[in-house]
């Protein structure tokens, strides 16, 4: 079965500090892991995916996730944070056996302080 | 603009209406999902279409939802005797179908508010 757990419901940083979001996942099989982000009012946007290639994955807007099989983590960074990165963060674990059908974590709310 | 639309993107009614939603997926994506977000919650799988064949439905669906998407194009969902509890965001995304990787893009969502 898959599942995410993000481990942080909120995050604070004060602008041009480390961001951090955690997210651990299980899956049954080799996984696909996503991060999205939805900023109020907003759709969904896709930050970054990882699909078995290289570990570390590289993203939009200076996101990276480096995906890490025996802690079964996909955790989310930014070198520096920028105000606006608030919004809120979901990991997401594909199941690619079954129709590719994603399973969201619950979110993780970032706020910038200036 | 060739995203995934959605339409309307706000809907209030009143509790036993019955309510549509519509989805515009990507124009060459063959895969279509719906979703329902509540509050402090992530996305939850609603159903799943394959060109216009729905493939699978979570038990989140009750019998007062149904989705349909006619010619493999947009979908729609209706939801009928609403109740407040079915108030959330009803999200769409669209996909190609791949056998390795494969990302689905989503729609702004449409809020509904049942009164």
């Known amino acids: 079965a898959q599942s995410v757990t993000q481990l942080d419901s909120h995050v604070s940083v004060s602008e041009g500090t480390p961001v951090l979001l955690r997210c651990n996942y299980s899956?049954?099989?080799?996984?696909?892991l996503f991060w999205y982000v939805q900023h109020p009012n907003k759709g969904l946007q896709l930050l970054l995916k990882y699909t078995s290639a290289a570990t570390l994955v590289k993203g939009i807007n200076g996101f990276e996730a480096e995906f890490k099989k025996s802690e079964t983590s996909f955790h989310l960074t930014k070198p520096s944070a920028h105000m606006s990165d608030a919004a809120e963060y979901f990991c997401?674990?594909?199941?690619?056996?079954?129709?590719?059908?994603?399973?969201f974590g619950s979110g993780t709310k970032l706020n910038v302080k200036p | 603009d060739t995203g995934v639309s959605q339409n309307p993107r706000h809907k209030i009614t009143k509790r036993g209406q019955n309510v549509t939603f519509r989805c515009d997926p990507i124009s060459e994506h063959n895969r279509l999902y719906w979703y329902r977000q509540t509050l402090g919650q992530g996305p939850e799988f609603l159903t799943y279409?394959?060109?216009?064949?729905?493939?699978?439905k979570s038990r989140l669906l009750s019998d007062r939802f149904s989705a349909e998407r006619p010619k493999g194009s947009f979908s729609t969902l209706e939801i009928q005797r609403t109740e407040q509890g079915d108030s959330a965001m009803y999200l769409c995304?669209?996909?190609?179908?791949?056998?390795?990787?494969?990302?689905?893009?989503f729609g702004p969502g449409t809020r509904l508010l049942v009164l």
């Open positions: 997401v674990v594909s199941d690619r056996v079954n129709f590719n059908k994603f399973y």
């Open positions: 995304a669209s996909s190609l179908a791949a056998l390795q990787e494969e990302t689905q893009y």
């Open positions: 279409f394959q060109n216009e064949a729905q493939l699978e």
């Open positions: 899956s049954s099989y080799s996984p696909s």
